[in-house]
């Protein structure tokens, strides 16, 4: 079969800097949130660390070199802002700056494109204790260090992403207090967090077309997607509305994270402001007086041009129209979850796509898609992953819909490349295509490892 998926796309594979650097006190780098957090009694399973992790800080050459040997034509990696910047502002570390000027060279030695992540959650510990997120300072301490980034690898990083899902780190690490720096704030703050967060997007974004002209800029938000139980019609536009609604996926998630029903994660409310440049309706009447203060040219601030969507998208929520309202469709017992007891919903990878881009008519990046297992080194010395290929196959199937539909999907990038820290889960979900031991920090690269190569040299046509 021939592919459908357009040329120039992106065939890669992810990673954040926390998650796999390691090197925490190495050269100059400061403190994030995240080394504070790991040091809470019960913040993270087992008392792991990001310490070490995968140790990327010394194997950066021969990592680099594994991914050309996979055939990944792109590497969306973040940078550690208290590597480059130990107090948050101020003196610029050279030692944490140059490690990812290597990078940015070796990647480019090796016939792949960088995709820059600024933020992937690591706040300097130093801007924590002057107010974090909570003050808008925030936007001016997030556009300094932009600059010195943009500055220093904008000739050569041509593809950019302002925030990782921003919802997340607002609502675990403010709301429900399970993600660094911990904390269990009023609803009205943890919304003016996350407004001043967009409004540091939004002064990135600035800062980077002044000193990356040409670049392609775009952020990478979680989205939480429903597709339709059926073609019909009123399914599709039952998945549709639950999509972008506020309240009847702030109230799923609300009851099944054992958050209150007032709860920011979802799609509409960071996008619409990002790409249309307002709050919406919905939101802005559940929310109330908790509602962010918007202060003028707030939202044209946030509305920054972009050029493209990220989508990070592991699973989907099956809907169907009623006569009374959008159902959720309950999941059967027995159906397929990965190592996290997430669903596999393939479906998710089709919809979700097709209804970003008919809603914001931008270019679509898959940011991050992938499972978690629990993988090891077989007596064989391999790591035989066929469920990973299975569903990456089936994942990648339902992208090539939405791409044969019309949607401008420009890129894929599996979650993750290689074993590693899971934030608040510790090491215990193995997401890589390439397998870790955290002991010695050998690399094994496992079956789905080989499998994504021929599908990236076949340019998806044999999936």
Request: hydrophobic share 40%; net charge negative.
């Amino acid at each position: 079969m021939s592919s459908v998926f357009p040329p120039g796309f992106a065939w890669g594979a992810a990673t954040a800097s926390y998650q796999i650097e390691g090197a925490a006190r190495t050269d100059g780098r400061g403190p994030s949130i995240w080394d504070d957090f790991c040091r809470q009694p019960g913040a993270v399973w087992r008392g792991h660390t990001g310490d070490v992790a995968c140790n990327h800080y010394t194997h950066m050459p021969a990592d680099v070199a594994m991914m050309q040997k996979i055939g990944l034509q792109a590497y969306r990696f973040s940078l550690s802002w208290s590597r480059i910047l130990p107090q948050g502002t101020g003196a610029v570390n050279e030692a944490g700056l140059g490690f990812y000027d290597r990078l940015v060279d070796q990647l480019l030695a090796a016939g792949i494109t960088p995709f820059c992540t600024l933020y992937h959650w690591d706040l300097p510990s130093a801007l924590q204790a002057r107010g974090g997120w909570q003050t808008r300072d925030s936007v001016d301490w997030f556009a300094q260090y932009t600059e010195v980034v943009a500055r220093r690898l904008g000739d050569r990083v041509k593809h950019w992403i302002t925030l990782n899902e921003p919802q997340i780190f607002i609502t675990y690490g403010l709301q429900k207090g399970e993600h660094a720096p911990g904390l269990k704030l009023p609803f009205k703050q943890v919304l003016q967090a996350g407004h001043n967060a967009l409004l540091a997007h939004g002064r990135a974004v600035q800062v980077l077309r002044v000193h990356c002209p040409g670049a392609q800029i775009g952020m990478a938000p979680q989205t939480p997607v429903a597709f339709p139980s059926t073609e019909s019609d009123a399914d599709i536009e039952a998945a549709r509305q639950f999509t972008f609604g506020i309240e009847p996926i702030g109230t799923f998630i609300g009851r099944a994270l054992n958050l209150p029903a007032n709860n920011p994660l979802n799609t509409a409310w960071w996008l619409d402001a990002a790409f249309l440049g307002h709050y919406p309706e919905e939101g802005l009447r559940l929310y109330g007086a908790d509602a962010p203060e918007v202060q003028a040219g707030d939202m044209a601030l946030i509305r920054q041009p972009l050029d493209f969507c990220g989508m990070n998208v592991y699973f989907g929520l099956e809907v169907s129209a009623t006569d009374a309202a959008v159902a959720l469709v309950p999941g059967k017992p027995g159906a397929p979850i990965t190592g996290f007891d997430w669903p596999v919903t393939p479906k998710a990878l089709q919809w979700g796509p097709r209804f970003l881009f008919e809603r914001y008519g931008k270019p679509i990046y898959i940011t991050e898609n992938g499972l978690s297992q629990r993988d090891w080194i077989s007596l064989d010395g391999q790591v035989h992953d066929p469920q990973r290929i299975d569903f990456t196959t089936l994942y990648l199937r339902e992208l090539a819909k939405a791409s044969a539909s019309g949607v401008d999907v420009r890129g894929y990038f599996h979650w993750s490349l290689m074993d590693n820290f899971e934030w608040a889960e510790g090491y215990k979900h193995r997401f890589g295509l390439v397998h870790v031991d955290y002991t010695t920090g050998v690399r094994t690269p496992k079956d789905s490892a080989a499998w994504y190569g021929q599908v990236i040299a076949s340019h998806g046509s044999g999936l």
